[in-house]
């Protein structure tokens, strides 16, 4: 076999332990958005979605992640931060404001909740005020943001890069 002639889709690598991160995430305007963040949920080894809106999962979309991330719905994001903080996890909001952190430069903590605003308007700023950290992904033309989904996968990725076991 030559170098370029591969076997596709080999089996996903393995975790030596569950990775502790939650997304928490705020009413999207697009169910294809929260199916798409179900699947990078399953592909990163991520248990749980906490959904504050009323969307459905389109399996077509998520694929195999439906049977394997808890999809728990919440009314809103509020709330949910503030239990998740009293049990121990490090909320972090995904959102530009004055004093986010650069995510190529944060160092997440392993228990680790990241809080998702709606694309249009982003993360409310009674759910701001509860995080320990805010971070966002520079921006170096127009439009001014990433799409809800694009800027988690780039979060997570960098939360994966920083436990890659789990």
Do not use: W
Request: aromatic share 6%.
């Amino acid at each position: 076999m030559s170098k370029f002639e591969q076997v596709r889709q080999r089996p996903p690598a393995k975790l030596l332990q569950p990775r502790p991160m939650i997304l928490v995430v705020s009413p999207l305007r697009s169910s294809v958005n929260l199916s798409r963040l179900v699947r990078l949920a399953g592909c990163s080894g991520i248990g749980k979605i906490i959904y504050c809106g009323s969307g459905k999962v389109d399996r077509d979309i998520a694929r195999d992640a439906v049977d394997y991330v808890t999809i728990e719905s919440r009314r809103s994001v509020g709330p949910v931060v503030s239990k998740l903080r009293a049990q121990g996890f490090h909320c972090v909001g995904l959102e530009q404001t004055t004093n986010s952190e650069p995510l190529t430069s944060f160092a997440f903590q392993r228990q680790t909740a990241l809080v998702i605003g709606s694309e249009r308007e982003g993360l409310a700023n009674d759910v701001l005020s509860q995080l320990a950290a805010v971070v966002e992904i520079p921006v170096y033309g127009q439009p001014a943001s990433y799409n809800v989904v694009t800027a988690t996968t780039m979060a997570v990725y960098e939360y994966c890069k920083q436990f890659p076991a789990g």
